[in-house]
């Protein structure tokens, strides 16, 4: 347990904020092997046109950890965490609709 004066020091990501291949390999702790494997899995997709041009969104860092929880507590593979992912992505997408719709009839 976290002690009273402990600080927890982090960075902000959002989708304007970018980082590079190395640098999400780094923030995630993986080689950058695994990374392109994400990437060739379609579970992110960096902007840039090749491998060494490559940006990653704050919305890739995230996916990446989703990916490394999914394999390290369910076991699954990256064609599981693939499918998850686009499953929980859908899920997300019709409760925004459905919160819609409800203040609309309310």
Do not use: Y
Request: hydrophobic share 45%.
């Amino acid at each position: 347990m976290k002690g009273e004066n402990e600080a927890v020091v982090g960075l902000l990501l959002d989708d304007e904020c970018f980082l590079t291949l190395g640098e999400l390999s780094r923030a995630c702790q993986v080689h950058a092997e695994w990374v392109v494997e994400l990437v060739e899995q379609g579970i992110i997709e960096p902007s840039g046109g090749d491998l060494r041009h490559w940006r990653f969104s704050g919305n890739c860092l995230s996916r990446v950890m989703q990916v490394q929880r999914l394999q390290r507590d369910l076991g699954v593979n990256l064609a599981g965490a693939a499918l998850a992912l686009d499953l929980l992505d859908e899920v997300r997408r019709l409760r925004r609709r459905l919160s819609i719709i409800d203040r609309e009839l309310f």
